[in-house]
């Protein structure tokens, strides 16, 4: 069942340990079959080096196995949650990358302050709330996804497809599961850039134009960047 997805998040996970984004077993890509409302996800706990595509686990958007020996991550319904959320999001990359996990454990948002930043999220990566007790000691991973969708309550989640959850890491998502591992890569660049830019000034400014110039050429009505 949906064996060329199993395939292509099999490759995606092991991008993320070729991108330098994971250690030992710490991330996961899942992608979603909208047509059959079924999502394919790593196996909790299985080392990047011993994985294959055939134990990747399928879900329905309840969370209940359809196809698998193993059990799905354990941030299954966090992905879940956010695919029922966000309608463009075909794939879902969760990692503890140095930077962007830096970044949501100083609990506060990514801000834009340069062009390549620009180019993949319109505006700054937005950083979820405190979990209150309730939502920690309930259904954990569910109460996750709900945080990150109410961060989203202003915000397109297609124009910025990352966010840094508060205390635990960063969540991205994209058109299929290879566009979320690109957009994770991205994230955890542009985290770095911004830790350095604020480490030399501080006080440091973004200019306004410059954010809808570079956003609007590859993602706008008027795009031009790249080939057709």
Same mark, same amino acid.
């Given at each position: 069942?949906?064996?060329?997805?199993?395939? $292509?998040?099999?490759?995606?996970?092991?991008?993320?340990? =070729?991108?330098?984004?994971? +250690?030992? %077993?710490?991330? !996961?890509?899942?992608?979603?079959?909208?047509?059959?409302?079924?999502?394919?996800? $790593?196996?909790?706990?299985?080392?990047?080096?011993?994985?294959?595509?055939?134990?990747?686990?399928?879900? !329905?958007?309840?969370?209940?196995?359809?196809?698998?020996?193993?059990?799905?991550?354990?941030?299954?319904?966090?992905?879940?949650?956010?695919?029922?959320?966000?309608?463009?999001?075909?794939? +879902?990359?969760?990692?503890?990358?140095?930077?962007? %996990?830096?970044?949501?454990?100083?609990?506060?948002?990514?801000?834009?302050?340069?062009?390549?930043?620009?180019?993949?999220?319109?505006?700054?990566?937005?950083?979820?709330?405190?979990? %209150?007790?309730?939502? +920690?000691?309930?259904?954990? =991973?569910?109460? %996750?996804?709900?945080? #990150? #969708?109410?961060?989203?309550?202003? #915000?397109?989640?297609?124009?910025?497809?990352?966010?840094?959850?508060?205390?635990?890491?960063?969540?991205?998502?994209?058109?299929?599961?290879?566009?979320?591992?690109?957009?994770?890569?991205?994230?955890?660049?542009?985290?770095?850039?911004?830790? +350095?830019?604020?480490?030399? !000034?501080?006080?440091?400014?973004?200019?306004?134009?410059? #954010?809808?110039?570079?956003?609007?050429?590859?993602?706008?009505?008027?795009?031009?960047?790249?080939?057709?």
């Amino acid at each position: 069942m949906l064996e060329s997805l199993k395939e $292509k998040v099999f490759k995606a996970n092991i991008m993320l340990v =070729e991108h330098g984004l994971v +250690i030992f %077993t710490w991330g !996961n890509v899942s992608a979603i079959d909208r047509k059959f409302g079924l999502v394919v996800i $790593k196996p909790s706990g299985i080392n990047y080096r011993d994985m294959t595509a055939a134990q990747m686990v399928v879900v !329905n958007l309840d969370g209940e196995v359809v196809e698998g020996d193993l059990n799905p991550s354990s941030d299954t319904p966090t992905h879940l949650a956010l695919y029922r959320a966000f309608q463009g999001a075909g794939g +879902i990359v969760h990692t503890h990358s140095v930077y962007a %996990t830096s970044w949501a454990q100083a609990g506060v948002d990514l801000p834009n302050i340069g062009t390549t930043h620009s180019d993949y999220f319109h505006g700054d990566v937005p950083c979820t709330r405190d979990m %209150t007790p309730e939502e +920690i000691k309930g259904d954990y =991973e569910q109460e %996750t996804g709900n945080v #990150i #969708i109410e961060r989203f309550r202003n #915000i397109d989640p297609m124009h910025t497809p990352a966010v840094l959850v508060k205390n635990h890491g960063p969540f991205t998502w994209g058109g299929d599961s290879f566009k979320a591992v690109e957009n994770a890569v991205v994230l955890e660049q542009v985290a770095k850039m911004a830790a +350095i830019a604020y480490s030399v !000034n501080p006080s440091l400014e973004m200019n306004p134009l410059l #954010i809808e110039k570079h956003f609007g050429r590859k993602h706008g009505p008027g795009a031009y960047y790249g080939q057709k």
